[in-house]
């Protein structure tokens, strides 16, 4: 798909379709196609196309105009304005299309113009069935934006967005057999060839010498070789970096603290988290950002067997810290907390790890918004903004000492749990125990990486939301 900048009338566009935007309480600027509504009794709710062809004055042979609700348009109503003009455009095989230049509320033309080419690209987002080779199927060629500018810089960051997105949702959507902890080092390399990047992948003897023991004692119930995988980017000089972790469960069977079989398959994406700074990674790179970036994942299956770790077993973390693995399924801080002590040596100058950890995050804020937890409340402040901003938001949950009490052990220094109450709270104190000399927020993803059901998916989110983090901090 191909984006760009046109300066012309609506009515002047001769491509396949013309998308158009129309509000429930102002009528349209054209006559013609006002007319139209008015005969066809479109109402303009948010998200209602009135597909219509061969208008009076218009060169397009298909005019499609998409309802927006009430002015002044939010940013809500213009995605979803934009999703149904994708389907709707799917439906008549356009080829060329033109979208009419349109003000969203809070929002600047940049703004407009990242968003539509973000949101067009990660529509034509397909899943690859295993055997398969890949597909573009999409109709839709070329997409004109309608704009006085000519600077198409938006639109190539959008793009952008949506390639790391589409790495992200395919890591996702892949098979815990195929997507193992080394397929994702094998993509770190990819990546780091195509961008020119520092790669350095950590195995199994490596993170023995580093006293890695709690990342150790997940990975050592499965046959599958534990990875500890880092990218770096450097696009401004010797800055500190910003630097990410995500966590990579190729596959969480909750390991001797088994889970229940129903829904298990989901278990896949419990990588949803390394693979978000993938593909972060991969955005910012192909933006050429003036920022220093690096990510790091600890990659391992969690698997029940004779040699997995058992309920009450303790491990030494490479902080020195011990740990009462009190139930093998919270595996994610486990492996978590290895890596965080492991990115000092990048001198961060923020640290935010991404993670599927919680259960409970779901029960707290449901699908729409991503937990955050973090110990420098402007850094909570500043993802949460930059969440608004990218469409792709987080809620942020407590941090007080009362919560971290409830790890106390009796045999370590904390258990891996703290009980039913405020489950996503209190993995959030334990991984702060690991985090305490840098600024670090944590970001709760298991509500919001995929969806569930007929339209079962990853989502390709937090990236939206890390990406524009870093884009403001320039
Ligand atoms: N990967 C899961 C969290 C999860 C569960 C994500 C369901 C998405 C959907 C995590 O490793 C886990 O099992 N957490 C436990 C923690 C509990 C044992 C304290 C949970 O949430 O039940
Ligand atoms: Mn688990
Ligand atoms: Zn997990």
Redesign the pocket.
Known sequence: MEFSLINRAIQHFDGDATVVFANTDTSFDDQAVQSLIELNHFEAKVGKVLCLSLVDGFKANNVIVVGLGDTPTTDKNYIKALLSASTALEGIKAKSIMIQQLDVDQHDESWTQRTTARVMQNTTYQIQKVGTEKSDESSVESIAIQSDGDNAHELAQGQAIASGMALTRHLGDLPSNICTPTYLAETAQDLAKEFNLDCEVLEESDMSKLGMGSLLSVSKGSIEPPKLISLSYKGNGDAKPIVLVG?G?TF?S?GISLKPGAGMDE?KY?MCGAASVIGTMRAVAEMKLKVNLAIVVPAVE?MPAHNASKPGDVVTSMSGQTIEVLNT????RLILCDALTYVERFNPEVVIDT???TGAVIVALGKHHCGVMANDQDLADDLISAGKTALDTAWQLPLDDEYDELLKSNFADMGNIGGREAGTVTAACFLARYAKDYRWAHLDIAGTAWVSGAKKGATGRPVPLLTQYILDQI
């Not at 399924?329 to 994610?332: N, R, V, W, Y």
């Open positions: 966590k469960v969480d909750g278990m419990d969690n399924d919270a595996e994610g993670a599927t950890l």
